[in-house]
């Protein structure tokens, strides 16, 4: 059917994923107002990132939410929201709105929450974190990235906007990145624990056993209801145990 239609007459070029979608529009629009708000609010990184010593002795779960609309600058927020369109466009797309949003959101909390846990093992590297503050949208991305790839594996990603990579190589890389930095002596590996969580909570996520809650807690009372009425008729299964017993 395609060789029926003559193809477009001159040259074209896109860049992108397309037009902006609706929850990306909104994440993108929320992220700027704050680092805006910035620029006129002092210490509202201070406020917002989040500090697993803040977290849990002080009892501020909400900066578990809100670090992933504070940037450190405008090279941040710029990387940030440029790769949350170019990846998060065609996910919305095929997920629909609600669907996008949940999953960045579990991401972006889930990779909260793994800096939090690894504050806590005993090693020199893993020290820093429970009083370092971590800011940024780079957990919620990761695990877009890392979906973006688990869909659309052969799709080629350009590496330092050069080499040209399958999508899945490319998570593979950056991964590997994040792993070695985490592990490493420097500073930086407070950032990089967080995208390593970011992966980890996209992925488990995408892969979970699929369960409709409602289904299951219907079923469950059913059954509770059919033994409660075996045991008051004295209703038995067959077998040679109920041989003795009244089967009505």
């Known amino acids: 059917m395609r060789g029926r239609y003559p193809a477009p007459s001159g040259l074209s070029f896109s860049f992108g994923p397309g037009g902006i979608t609706p929850a990306i529009k909104a994440l993108i629009l929320a992220n700027v107002a704050v680092f805006v708000l910035g620029w006129f609010v002092s210490g509202i990184h201070v406020w917002l990132g989040m ?3 803040a977290v849990l002795a002080g009892g501020e779960l909400w900066r578990l939410l809100t670090y992933m609309f504070a940037h450190g600058g405008f090279g941040h927020i710029l990387f940030n929201m440029l790769a949350l369109w170019m990846f998060g466009v065609e996910l919305e797309r095929m997920w629909g709105t609600r669907f996008f949003l949940k999953y960045y959101f579990v991401c972006g909390v889930g990779a909260a929450v793994t800096t939090v846990i690894l504050s806590f093992v005993p ?9 370092s503050l971590t800011v940024g949208a780079s957990g919620a991305i990761y695990g877009v990235l890392l979906a973006y790839a688990l869909y659309f594996p052969h799709r080629p990603i350009y590496l330092y906007f050069v080499f040209p990579v399958p999508a899945r190589i490319f998570v593979a890389i950056m991964g590997g990145i994040a792993l070695l930095s985490s592990l490493s002596s420097g500073g930086g590996g407070v950032a990089h624990t967080t995208h390593l969580g970011g992966l980890a909570a996209g992925y488990l996520y995408l892969k979970k056993p699929r369960i409709n809650l409602k289904a299951e807690i219907q079923y469950r009372f059913v059954k509770w209801r059919i033994n409660r009425m075996r045991k008051k008729f004295d209703v038995y299964s067959g077998g040679r145990g109920d041989v003795d017993r009244r089967v009505h």
């Open 51 to 53: 500090q697993p010593k």
């Open 123 to 131: 090693l020199a590297v893993f020290d820093p974190l429970y009083t």
